[in-house]
């Protein structure tokens, strides 16, 4: 069962030394970043607890301050399958900070944790009272959704190529990739 308490840390300098190494948070340095770690809540989760559950309406990302969670994906089959493993310092749930939908997975602490939790009216009222800091995080969400995104292509590929024979699919020559790049410039 989660704990949730108010933020114990969010003046320290080593607090703040922490926010800025999150992919998500980088780039927020003094009032931008203190906006931030003003609207962050602490959550206190021990191993096993779930921190949500795939299909249920989704509004807040977090931010691994200690300890590590599990992300699970159900199958066809309804069994849950493990996607990966997070520790200190990576977060998740950033998906429900720019489409509010169902959680496409997951997530469980595997040991005690404690995470920093962001909601999309946080994000709201974040646009509202600092827009540098609004328009920073946004951009880092992209980004990470982005390295999320090529690192499962690049995994589908290889599932891909060792389930199926060649793909039929048309070759892109790297000639013709160019001449695409260089009439988008």
Not at 94 to 115: D, F, H, I, K, Q
Not at 148 to 175: N, Q, T, Y
């Amino acid at each position: 069962m989660k704990a949730l308490a108010a933020m114990n840390e969010p003046n320290t300098k080593s607090f703040h030394a922490f926010l800025r190494k999150v992919p998500v948070l980088s780039g927020l340095v003094g009032p931008s970043l203190a906006s931030v770690a003003g609207m962050l809540r602490q959550e206190k989760y021990q191993r096993g607890d779930i921190v949500f559950t795939e299909g249920e309406l989704g509004r807040t990302m977090y931010v691994l301050f200690q300890g590590e969670v599990n992300v699970l994906r159900n199958n066809e089959a309804g069994e849950p399958v493990p996607i990966v493993r997070l520790g200190p310092g990576e977060c998740f749930g950033e998906m429900a900070l720019v489409e509010l939908g169902p959680r496409s997975a997951s997530v469980v602490a595997t040991a005690p944790t404690t995470l920093y939790s962001l909601n999309n009216l946080d994000l709201y009222r974040l646009f509202h009272e600092n827009n540098y800091a609004f328009v920073i995080v946004l951009q880092n969400i992209c980004r990470l959704l982005s390295r999320r995104l090529r690192k499962a292509d690049g995994r589908l590929a290889e599932f891909l190529s060792k389930k199926a024979a060649p793909s039929r699919a048309p070759r892109v020559k790297a000639k013709a990739a160019t001449k695409v790049r260089r009439r988008a410039s």
